[in-house]
Structures are given as C-alpha cells and as structure tokens.
C-alpha cells in the first residue's frame, strides 16, 4: 500500500463518488465485475503483467465504510498506473466531474435543441429519451434482482415497461424499440453460449 498521506480533499472525493462513477469508470479501463462480495457489495478485478489487483465496490453510497472502500480503490489506482495516490485520486474526481458535466451539457442542450424544433421532431426525440430510460431501468432492475431486491426490481420493471409503452407510442419509438429488443435477445443469447 501507499505511503501517501490520505488528505481531506481525498475524503471529499471519496464521498462525492457514487458507485456508478466508479463502476464506469473501472470497466472503462479494463477492470472486470468478478460477481458478488457479500450482500453489500461487488467485487472488481484487473490483471496487469501478471499481478492481480481488487477493489470492492459497495451498491451503494449508504455502506458504512463506503469512503473507506474509495480509499483504497485510490490506492490500487495508484499502484496499477504507477502513480500518486493523490493523483489517482484526482483522476477518479476528474472522471466523475467530466461524466457529471456531459450528462448536463446533454441535458442542456436537448433542452435548447428541444424548445426549436416541430412536433413530430419532438416525438422522435421522446421516443428516444424513453428508449434510453427503458434501457436504464432494464439495467438497474437486473442489478437489483442480483442484489436479492426482489420488490424493488418488480417496481422498476414496471417503469421500464412504463418506458417502453411511451417509445411504443411513436411509429419511430416502435422501430427503435424493435431493433434494441433484437439486440438485446442476441447479446442474451450470446452470454448464455
């Protein structure tokens, strides 16, 4: 481990990180989901010249030792790309800003974009948005089935069908709907092979 010295800025980070900052961002660089740690939490793992390097990712930010997890996912950045562990740290916080602020920028501009355009271009982009909500929810609603939720992935399956009924309701929103149903069978059936 690190002989950095852990700052109050490192804590900060640590608790402004949501679970989903951190998964993205350790898929992103080549970390795999190793399944389950427990009830709580899930465990990642990435291979580098024969060194194997974990971090335990709780489901979420209410975990007791949630910031304490972060930390020591700093750490094991730090050793993984031969860094400081104030700057690995900064770099999971520059991740985390950067995927916030995109998230807005969409947001801003679909809005901007959205208050100029007809009707029609208008239900195309509604048809889009609840494609992307359904395809969200569907993903949310397996993490929750894998974390023995089982009331709360029934709720959300009803929003995705919510969502799905909404695509459904524009001729493109049925096309789309129709083509990522397809997509969806077939990476299904390709984890199952």
């Not at 959300?156 to 799905?164: G, P, Q, V, Y």
């Not at 695509?167 to 789309?176: E, I, P």
């Amino acid at each position: 481990m690190s002989t950095d010295m852990i700052t109050a800025k490192m804590l900060d980070t640590a608790e402004s990180l949501t679970p989903d900052d951190v998964i993205t961002y350790l898929k992103g660089n080549g970390w795999v989901d190793a399944g389950p740690y427990g009830s709580l939490a899930r465990l990642y793992r990435l291979q580098v010249d024969g060194q194997v390097y974990e971090a335990v990712i709780p489901n979420t930010q209410n975990v007791g030792d949630f910031k304490w997890r972060m930390v020591d996912l700093f750490h094991s950045i730090a050793k993984v790309k031969d860094k400081k562990l104030q700057d690995a740290c900064a770099e999971l916080d520059e991740y985390r800003r950067k995927k916030h602020l995109d998230l807005h920028e969409i947001i801003k501009e679909d809005a901007t974009r959205g208050s100029s355009q007809s009707s029609r271009g208008m239900k195309d982009d509604r048809a889009d948005v609840a494609l992307a909500i359904k395809a969200c929810l569907d993903s949310l609603g397996s993490d929750a089935a894998r974390s023995d939720l089982d009331d709360l992935a029934k709720f959300i399956e009803l929003a995705a069908l919510a969502a799905e009924e909404a695509a459904l309701s524009t001729s493109r929103g049925a096309s789309q709907f129709n083509e990522l149903k397809d997509f969806l069978n077939q990476t299904s059936n390709f984890r199952k092979h």
